[in-house]
């Protein structure tokens, strides 16, 4: 088969599985730009941050939209050369159907690998990004203060005297379980996670309400996490 029809055969299936892409992809980018638009909460996101979080939002969808892109430009460009009678006169010069197939066979090895890199790796990315940048909208200043602060999470409030530099904590007091388990420390170092809130408490103790009684323990170094609720998950 000649380049000429190679080309010919590429141009009518790759043309039309992008424009697709771009259609639906476009269609899905106005619609998260208008909903983190107008949410009270992203509205505050800082102008550098609109591009990143847009396309984090969006790569997980190219899983899906490829290969449904992809049917639809096959299916448009087998049409289009059909009408325009080069299946006739690649026939006539003696290519066989396989030798037509082959160009879009090939797109179709390319779309594939993209779509699986996409669901495989690019998805991850995506959800990982969006909701790293949407918990430090939503969750809680963790700004130096001198004063007492509190956060709540589902199934339990931290508390301490005062945040310093680098996320220290002075003073602490964890309760969670419903008051079934107390845990007190001098200091302690809280980060802001991946959807979750990361304490670590130092030399402290915890306080446990048993059905039988009452249990404390000491504790040189104590890791947990509070979840924190997002508005885009």
């Known amino acids: ?27 899905a980018a106005i619609g998260v730009a208008t909903r983190l638009a107008t949410d009270p909460l992203t509205r505050s996101l800082p102008p550098g941050q609109w591009p990143w979080l847009l396309i984090a939002l969006l790569v997980p969808l190219l899983s899906a939209v490829l290969p449904l892109a992809l049917f639809a430009g096959t ?7 059909e009408s325009d009678g080069a299946v006739d006169a690649a026939r006539a010069l003696g290519a066989r159907p396989l030798q ?6 090939a797109i ?23 909701r790293h940048t949407l918990a430090q909208l939503s969750g809680p200043d963790l700004r ?3 004063g007492p602060l509190l956060f709540q ?10 945040l310093e530099e ?8 964890l309760w969670r379980d419903g008051g079934d388990e ?3 420390a001098p200091r302690g170092r809280v980060t802001l996670g991946d959807g979750t809130l990361e304490i670590e408490l130092l030399d402290g103790e915890t306080h446990l309400r048993l059905l039988d009684g009452y249990a404390r323990a000491r504790f040189g170094s104590l890791r947990t996490a509070l979840p924190i609720r997002l508005v885009f998950a």
Do not use: F
């Open 75 to 81: 299916v448009a460009g087998v049409a289009r050369l």
């Open 100 to 105: 037509l197939a082959g160009p879009t066979v």
């Open 144 to 146: 130096p203060r001198q």
């Open 108 to 130: 179709g090895l390319i779309v594939g690998a993209a779509a699986w890199a996409a669901g495989a790796y690019g998805e991850p990315w995506g959800r990982h990004r969006a």
């Open 1 to 27: 088969m000649s380049l000429r029809l190679i080309t010919m055969v590429v141009r009518a299936t790759l043309a039309p599985t992008l424009l697709a892409s771009g259609v639906v992809l476009g269609l």
């Open 166 to 173: 680098g996320g220290v904590l002075r003073d602490v007091l």
């Open 153 to 162: 999470a589902d199934g339990a409030v931290l508390g301490a005297a005062g």
């Open 182 to 184: 107390i845990v007190v």
